[in-house]
């Protein structure tokens, strides 16, 4: 025999379903009960709305209409704690569910999409959909981890300098997911699109990177700005290790434009 949800009174409509009557009603019917308590306690909302999605014998709830509840109520928070507990298995078949979860923060609260992601708790989700929102919610890093598009990635790294929350660190292991060429087209936008910004950056990617770019590519590159300070603070880094004599030579020509005499004379007289 079924409750009857809609006479269940107030104080005891939470703890009859957190007693064992989770299989009390048709499934729409819990909705229906569901869906005005919502508005009276979100949390408790969500608390409900979990037990229901976790019954033993299978789910009593469609999820996303439990998310359509909630967002139509604007509760980001209960719609959040309910999606995080139903979709702590990772199913292929949810990946919708946890595109849904990260859209709604990202739009409304970055931070904690931030969190989502950096507990690396998916790994279904359109990405490529999740990545523009990223962009557009100032999270940056979470973006280029994203994006496959080698334009996107430019787009976003020639900026990502000048944001609060910037890593050099980070930066440059991003770097060392990246191909030789991507790598050094990436370099290139990024001085091609603010130097000043940009150069120091660039030379502590260029040294990170001088045996597998090549120190030929990334002398050109600088020259190709017609940057002397990038090229002497990036051939400072490595000419002590170097036997290349045009490493030598470029850097005594950098250091003279610079006015660092002593180092000129330094390897003039050492080399």
């Not at 967002?71 to 507990?85: N, R």
């Not at 490529?128 to 999270?139: D, S």
């Not at 940009?198 to 260029?206: D, E, H, K, P, R």
């Not at 003279?256 to 050492?270: H, L």
Request: aromatic share 10%; proline share 4%; with cysteine.
């Amino acid at each position: 025999m079924h409750t009857t949800l809609n006479y269940l009174p107030d104080l005891t409509f939470w703890t009859a379903f957190s007693g064992g009557m989770l299989h009390s009603g048709p499934a729409e019917h819990l909705l229906t009960y569901f869906t005005p308590k919502s508005r009276i306690n979100p949390e408790k909302g969500a608390e409900f709305a979990t037990q229901l999605a976790n019954n033993e014998g299978g789910s009593l709830v469609d999820i996303d209409r439990v998310v359509d509840v909630f967002q139509s109520q604007g509760m980001v928070q209960p719609a959040t704690a309910f999606l995080l507990d139903a979709l702590k298995d990772n199913r292929p078949e949810q990946g919708h569910l946890q595109t849904r979860l990260l859209e709604m923060n990202l739009i409304n609260a970055p931070q904690v999409a931030d969190a989502i992601l950096g507990n690396d708790m998916f790994s279904h989700y359109d990405r490529a959909r999740i990545a523009q929102l990223c962009e557009q919610a100032g999270l940056f890093q979470r973006a280029l981890e994203h994006y496959d598009d080698p334009e996107a990635v430019k787009r976003v790294l020639v900026n990502i300098v000048a944001t609060p929350t910037f890593s050099q660190d980070w930066l440059t292991g991003f770097f060392g997911r990246l191909s030789l060429e991507q790598s050094l087209d990436c370099l290139d936008a990024m001085l091609k699109s603010n130097i000043r910004q940009n150069l120091g950056a660039v030379v502590q990617i260029a040294t990170k990177y001088s045996d597998l770019l090549g120190p030929t590519r990334l002398i050109d590159l600088f020259e190709k700005y017609k940057t002397a300070e990038g090229l002497f603070y990036y051939l400072g880094s490595i000419v002590n290790l170097s036997e290349d004599q045009d490493v030598n030579f470029k850097y005594i020509e950098a250091a003279t434009k610079m006015g660092q005499f002593t180092e000129v004379e330094r390897i003039c007289r050492d080399r």
